[in-house]
């Protein structure tokens, strides 16, 4: 059974462009969860995608924009790249409910410069 | 809101040592309780979980009980490997959230020394 596929893994962007980055949940998951990571912040939540619907949103910027696909395969975007946004962003798939656990991908890792 | 607190590293042992990671939560009603490991350069591995009080969980040795009268949630390891090096994270699921979301506490890195 294939993981959580991350693409691309590692990305260099200058500060004021766009990226886009792309996760595969685990074939038969329908939520799709996205997480950035920082050494100063930690894990920090930023949206869920559910059936294509986003089901929760965490505390970031409108810079900041997903969606999921009708095969589940979610992307997530962000504008006007800062240089606070260089992170490791992993994203996280499961079955439906949260207590069944969740499969995280090995993320991408953004570099703003 | 929800919020999980970890004993801040590294935790330096020698091989063979016990080991205990220690985690609080804050959250309203029964959240499920969670640990991930992080290995350098990968994403999280789910290590063990807990959804209600007084369960157990456990795996590859590492075991954890969900104490709903202290709202922990404590990692423990009889005796700990070089290969067990990597940094633990806490973490909650809460019933109140419309979605899956997941709350981390900060992360504790383990060094194990042979």
């Known amino acids: 059974k294939a993981g959580v596929t991350q693409t691309p893994r590692y990305l260099i962007k200058t500060r004021g462009q766009q990226v886009t980055l792309s996760c595969s949940p685990i074939s038969g998951h329908r939520s799709v969860s996205w997480y950035q990571q920082t050494p100063g912040q930690g894990l920090q939540f930023l949206f869920e995608y559910f059936s294509e619907t986003q089901r929760n949103k965490g505390n970031f910027p409108g810079r900041f924009s997903g969606r999921q696909f009708s095969n589940s395969r979610s992307e997530m975007n962000v504008s006007t790249l800062e240089l606070g946004d260089s992170a490791l962003y992993l994203c996280?798939?499961?079955?439906?409910?949260?207590?069944?656990?969740?499969?995280f991908g090995s993320g991408t890792r953004l570099t703003v410069v | 809101g929800d919020s999980v607190t970890q004993m801040e590293g590294p935790v330096t042992l020698s091989e063979e040592a016990f080991l205990t990671i220690n985690c609080t939560y804050t959250a309203t009603g029964y959240p499920s309780l969670f640990w991930y490991v992080q290995y350098p350069g990968e994403g999280l591995q789910l290590l063990l979980k807990?959804?209600?009080?007084?369960d157990k969980g456990s795996n590859k040795g590492f075991e954890a009980t969900y104490r709903k009268e202290t709202t922990s949630f404590h990692l423990e390891k009889g005796s700990v490997q070089v290969s067990d090096s990597a940094v633990y994270f806490c973490?909650?699921?809460?019933?109140?959230?419309?979605?899956?979301?997941?709350?981390f506490g900060g992360g504790t890195r383990l060094m194990v020394k042979p």
């Open positions: 996280a798939s499961s079955q439906g409910v949260g207590e069944s656990g969740y499969t």
């Open positions: 973490a909650l699921s809460s019933p109140n959230n419309a979605g899956n979301m997941l709350t």
């Open positions: 807990a959804t209600k009080a007084d």
